[in-house]
């Protein structure tokens, strides 16, 4: 069974950065894409940044100032936030899409982590 673990949240104010963290671990092959999202109270989970094979992509709000990674070595997946604002507070959920040989390539999610910007 792989398990998604997220860490890296927290209140900060406005303008400052977090770095967010997503781990897998089980018996992982590969992990062929990387997502987080965020949801906030009554609204749709929404896509912030992916990162797959071919590239990376964002929502428009976060352009410029959120920046996705992964490092396949280590299973790991990063979200670095800077210029953080109050409409960016929520909590995020890092998504992959992880290939094991018992059962090939399966969606997974982490557990959330609460990210807070306010003064």
């Known amino acids: 069974q792989v398990q998604l673990v997220e860490s890296g949240g927290g209140l900060v104010q406005p303008g400052g950065s977090l770095r967010l963290s997503c781990v897998a671990s089980?018996?992982?092959?590969?992990?062929?894409?990387m997502a987080w999202y965020r949801q906030t109270p009554g609204k749709q989970r929404e896509l912030v940044a992916q990162?797959?094979?071919?590239?990376?992509n964002y929502t428009d709000s976060v352009k410029g100032r959120f920046t996705i990674s992964r490092d396949n070595t280590k299973k790991s997946g990063y979200l670095q936030m800077n210029s953080l604002k109050p409409e960016d507070t929520a909590v995020y959920y890092c998504?992959?899409?992880?290939?094991?040989?018992?059962?090939?390539?399966?969606?997974?999610w982490g557990q959330g982590t609460q990210v807070t910007v306010s003064s």
């Open positions: 990162i797959t094979n071919l590239g990376t």
């Open positions: 998504n992959e899409n992880v290939y094991t040989y018992a059962q090939g390539s399966v969606y997974y």
């Open positions: 089980g018996r992982v092959v590969t992990i062929n894409t």
